[in-house]
């Protein structure tokens, strides 16, 4: 059974950090690639970034690059994104999931989304 946890989320204020972790079962990370998404209220859900282990290639989103870091740790089957120098319009549900691509309609798998809330 493929299954993705998300976890690592939560409330800080601008300018602050949070790791988020995706925690995948069910598969080897290099078999797909792994990607956040978000979705704030009202909005549709974006990409953020993706990370393919095979080819160690990565992909950020224009609104957060130089900000948030993707990386893996293949021995825990786990993708972490590192996000720093928050910003209140990072406020949003994030979720990771498995596919190919980096769009939403590559994505095979979701796991459950985590909450982030950056005050000003």
């Known amino acids: 059974?493929?299954?993705?946890?998300?976890?690592?989320?939560g409330s800080v204020q601008a300018g602050g950090s949070l790791r988020l972790s995706c925690a995948a079962s069910g598969f080897?990370?290099?078999v797909y690639a792994i990607c956040w998404f978000r979705q704030a209220p009202g909005k549709e859900r974006e990409g953020v970034s993706c990370i393919s282990t095979s080819d160690g290639n990565t992909y950020y989103a224009d609104s957060?690059?130089?900000?948030?870091?993707?990386?893996?740790?293949?021995?825990?089957n786990t993708v972490y994104l590192q996000m720093n120098s928050l910003k209140p319009e990072d406020t949003a549900v994030y979720?990771?999931?498995?596919?190919?691509?980096?769009l939403v309609g590559g994505m095979g798998y979701w796991g459950k989304g985590t909450q982030v809330t950056v005050s000003s």
Do not use: E, H, W
């Open 95 to 102: 979720y990771c999931a498995a596919g190919y691509g980096t």
């Open 64 to 76: 957060v690059k130089g900000r948030f870091t993707i990386s893996s740790d293949n021995a825990k």
């Open 28 to 30: 080897t990370l290099d």
């Open 1 to 9: 059974d493929v299954q993705l946890q998300a976890s690592g989320g």
